[in-house]
């Protein structure tokens, strides 16, 4: 089972970017879906963006879509998630999550996950 580690939270004013990266290992990433979810402080975990395999097909939710953008390295290992335009209601702990071919945007669906790291977003 593949297990991730994340990096790259850390305090932002609203408008800035910040670029989170998950680091695999222990299984063959290339053949995951990748995910980002987030859970901000009282409310449940919810999903950010995701992306296929190869890199081919990326979906994100509404909240973000426009502003984040999720990539892959299959080379290194890595998936990447890329924020623009931050904004306060941003504030959450990231979560990065592998899980087979063809899953969609559940987080039961996804079988490993990092330990997660904090994004703050200051007004």
């Known amino acids: 089972q593949v297990r991730l580690v994340e990096s790259g939270g850390g305090l932002v004013q609203a408008g800035g970017s910040l670029r989170l990266s998950c680091a695999a290992s222990?299984?063959?990433?290339?053949?995951?879906?990748m995910a980002w979810f987030r859970q901000a402080p009282g409310k449940e975990r919810e999903f950010a963006a995701r992306?296929?395999?190869?890199?081919?097909?990326?979906d994100s939710a509404d909240s973000v879509k426009g502003r984040f953008t999720i990539s892959r390295d299959n080379a290194k290992n890595t998936v990447y998630l890329q924020m623009n335009s931050l904004k306060p209601e941003d504030t959450a702990i990231y979560y990065c999550?592998?899980?087979?071919?063809?899953?969609?945007?559940?987080?039961?669906?996804?079988?490993?996950w990092g330990q997660g790291t904090q994004v703050t977003v200051s007004s």
């Open positions: 222990g299984g063959t990433f290339s053949t995951y879906t």
């Open positions: 992306i296929s395999w190869s890199g081919g097909y990326t």
């Open positions: 999550a592998a899980g087979p071919r063809g899953i969609g945007v559940m987080d039961r669906e996804y079988i490993s």
